[in-house]
C-alpha cells in the first residue's frame, strides 16, 4: 500500500514560503499544521502514512518563519521608538 504523504508535503512547502511577506506568515502557521496533523497520522498508523522528515521540517521551518516575523515586529517596534524620541 502507499503511503500517504500528502500533508507531510504541503507542511515542507508552507515552510519553505515564509520568506514572502505577510503570505509568508500564514504560510509558517500552516506548516505547523500540517506538519503536526501529519505527525498525529504518522503516529496512529504508521503503516499508512509516510513523510516523517517532511513533516518535522515543515514544522521546523514553520516555527523558525513565526520567530523571525516577531523578531522583525519587535526590532521594527525598537526603531520606531528611538526615532520618535531623536524628533
Known sequence: MAE???MAIASLVCGLLFWFSIPGLI???L???FGIVQLN???KTPK???GKGMAIAGVVLGSVGILLWILLLVLSAVFVGRM???S
Request: charged share 20%; hydrophobic share 45%; proline share 0%.
Open 4 to 6: 500517504k504523504k500528502g
Open 27 to 29: 504560510c509558517s502557521v
Open 31 to 33: 506548516a505547523i499544521i
Open 41 to 43: 497520522n504518522i503516529k
Open 48 to 50: 499508512k502514512y509516510g
Open 84 to 86: 520618535a524620541a531623536l
